[in-house]
């Protein structure tokens, strides 16, 4: 079983940076990819980025390439998302995911484990 916590969501303007941060505990098996998703108002939740175990292996959606970078550190079980020159497209309700293998994987249904989801906000 594992238990992700999601926080670092806050309103900023256009052109911020933020850093969102993903907890996990009770983890008492081996190890396992991260994902983050966001879903935006009126819209399906979307795939944004994700890492493998070792952090060797990295994915991003093409709307956030360049802008956004997914890291870890196990010796800490926590999973980030640094998110720069933010845009009013990415304002979203964010989460993070687990998935008990140790390789990256976009689709949704590959992920066990949710978080409850942090609000991001950008104003123009």
């Known amino acids: 079983q594992v ?12 052109g911020d940076s933020l850093r969102l941060s993903c907890a996990a505990s009770g983890r008492t098996f081996g190890g396992y990819a991260m994902g983050w998703f966001r879903q935006a108002p ?17 994915d991003y959606a093409d709307s956030v390439k360049g802008r956004f970078t997914i890291s870890r550190d196990n010796t800490k079980n926590m ?23 140790l390789v990256v994987r976009r689709a949704q249904d590959e992920y066990n484990y949710w978080g409850q989801g942090t609000q991001v906000t950008v104003s123009s």
């Open 42 to 58: 009126g819209k399906e939740r979307e795939f944004v980025a994700a890492i493998s175990w070792t952090g060797g292996s990295t």
């Open 3 to 14: 238990q992700l916590v999601v926080s670092g969501g806050k309103l900023v303007q256009a």
């Open 79 to 101: 999973v980030y998302l640094q998110m720069n020159s933010l845009k009013p497209e990415d304002t979203a309700v964010y989460y993070c995911a687990a998935r008990l293998d």
